[in-house]
Structures are given as structure tokens and as C-alpha cells.
């Protein structure tokens, strides 16, 4: 069955994430960093009259920080609060079919942890990502 997916660019990787996890896509402006925070949070952000907690995506998939620092974010809500989870680039929006993982995509580090599944764009698989894991302490399975 197809669904939506919203095509992005994370640590220089595209993935796909399912619209049900997109409430929206935003710049990101100033962002407060939060004392004693894990590197995963990248601080606080006032967005549309409500602060959210950023995510670094990089950090939390314990990757190399970035040379340069996104300024993009798709918003997602977890547990009644929402997240702006960093990207690098934001592509398309598109449907797709998506597959269990394969051999044909590399999952290794944290990208094994966010993956959780795979779709075919333009005959090239692309890692479909659950945002929902890039949040400290949540470790919902996909």
C-alpha cells in the first residue's frame, strides 16, 4: 500500500519519513542550548508561539557534527510534545510502497536504530527513518 513519505537529507544521507510523523516543515532561527543536555539535544526553539526541543540529528545518530549547521527541521509530535528534528535538506513529497530493510541499504550504527524500512525511489532504495527514535529516551520499535 502506498503511502506519503516527505524525501529528506540527513548527515548527507536521503531518507524518507512517513507524513503521519510530519506536522510540519520549518527554518529553524535561534536555538538556546540546555544545560547538562545530552549531545543529541541541540537546545530549546520558540516556534509558532510554542518552544520545542531541537534534536541534532547528527548526534543522535552518533555521527561527526556537521561542518555546517542546518537550518532546516521537520517538527514531529511525540507523546503530546513536539520535537524539530535537524535536516540537512528537504527534497520532495512523494508516495511510495514501503519494504522491510534489505541487503540493499546500509544500516550499520545509528542508522540500524532509526531504520525501519525501505522505499524505491527512481529505482534506488532510499532508508525509510521513524523520527520517533531520534528522541532521548524513546526506543519505540518501528
Known sequence: MEELFLIARIAGRTVAINSDQVDSVV???EIT???????EVR????????????IDTHAALGLVESAIAPSRAVITM?????YAILVDALEDVAPFVRAPLSG??????GW???GCGIVNRD??????????TLIPGNAIAA
Open 27 to 29: 527554518d529553524i532561527g
Open 104 to 109: 540493499g541499504v546500509a544500516v550499520d550504527g
Open 78 to 82: 511525540v507523546d503530546g510534545h513536539h
Open 123 to 132: 529505482g534506488d532504495p532510499v532508508l525509510a527513518v521513524d523520527l520517533r
Open 33 to 39: 542550548p540546555v544545560p547538562r543536555a545530552g549531545a
Open 112 to 114: 540500524a536504530r532509526v
Open 43 to 54: 537546545g530549546l526553539a520558540a516556534l509558532r508561539s510554542r518552544v520545542v526541543m531541537v
